[in-house]
């Protein structure tokens, strides 16, 4: 039997397209590389609307042990500044979150290939989109979903990264003291070539997330432990925090070339290009996995309603662009030396200025799109 839908990635905008239109009828298969659910580059926020998403999705991540997050706090060099959150938050490893996605996707009779990487996709003479698997079968269907996150997919590449940003992850055991310190709060700390994120995640382990523009890196030696002393000497905040922590992985993990500021133009008929590959926001937002899940949503919304894709596409971007302009804006102030210099003194005078950030940063719910469009 030829599915209808063939959904590229098995991330949390991959299974959470195919939850949707799963429980809708529609005959689903998808594709994930990864024969089990991996660490991943991801600051590992939930937000507010990532939170009621998941929940309609199912997933219940204060059952999987998440974390709430009540505050942010910015940290550059020996200054800090906090504020509450305008909004619930809480936090989760992308493993754990993307183990219950992928089951839930199952439980709604998705058919999930695991351990599959997808060498291509095309269009057949048949109108159909071919996905050409790393063993050589192939699967067809009218319409296909981009999920790849922040993987491309030949053929169907974005655009370069001009500034080369490079991402690592790094889980710690904090030492007592400062695991009381940083209690609820996801912090921010700023460098002279980038910006990295801490806050706790399940089972009493810390997520340490940055960001980095090659060239600090370059300067660091290219190497994980020179670009940690390096980041401690730019910011002695993030000494301060990591002071007796243990570090959980071999070494960290890795990602590059990420187009920050990324929104999709345009896409081909009946290919919906949702999560990294739709739009790509600074992580400093936390804003990724909504985004994620935000878009998913809609698309799914969109092909369910028989809403073409190149006309659902421009939409969303249209929809998001706002948000993603400010981001971008932010997050050239946070590269600024004098910004880094200033910031937490300001921050302290007026510690709203990071709640107002938060909520212009975040991405809308427009009243056109049901907003419980995961439901069964």
Known sequence: ?????????????????????????????????????????????????????????GIDVT?????????????????AAEAPLPFRAASLTRRALDTALIAAAVAAGVRVKRGRGVQSLNRTAANL????????????????????????????????????????????????????DLADASELTLYSGGYGGIQPVEDGITNFCCVVQRRYFARAGLRWEGLL???????????????GAQPLL??????????????????????????DQAAVIPSFTGDGISIALHTARRAAAACLA???APVFQPKLRSAMLPQMRLAEAAANGLNNP???AVLPFCLRVWPGA???????????????VAPHAFAN
């Open 1 to 57: 039997m030829q599915d209808e839908v063939l959904i590229l990635g098995g991330g949390v905008a991959g299974c959470a397209a195919s939850i949707a239109l799963a429980r809708k009828g529609r005959s689903v298969t998808l594709i994930e590389r990864e024969p089990i659910p991996r660490h991943k580059v991801c600051g590992e926020f939930l937000s507010g609307e990532a939170l009621e998403d998941l929940r309609t999705l």
């Open 63 to 79: 059952a999987l042990g998440a974390v709430p997050i009540n505050c942010v706090r910015l940290a550059a060099a020996r200054r």
């Open 129 to 180: 989109w071919q996905a050409t698997l790393d063993d050589g079968a192939t699967c067809e269907a009218p319409t296909a979903f981009l999920a790849t996150g922040k993987h491309d997919l030949r053929g169907h590449s974005r655009p370069k990264d001009p500034h080369q940003w490079v991402a690592f992850k790094m889980y710690y055991r904090l030492s007592a003291a400062q695991t009381a």
């Open 229 to 243: 002393a390096k980041m401690q000497q730019d910011c002695p905040h993030l000494t301060m925090r990591l002071d």
């Open 250 to 275: 071999d070494k960290p993990v890795t990602v590059t070339h990420i187009p920050y500021g990324y929104l999709r133009r345009a896409t081909e008929d009946g290919l919906y290009c949702i999560g």
């Open 306 to 308: 028989a809403e073409p």
């Open 338 to 340: 004098l910004a880094r």
């Open 354 to 368: 990071m709640r107002v950030t938060a909520r212009l940063t975040r991405v809308t719910q427009p009243a056109a």
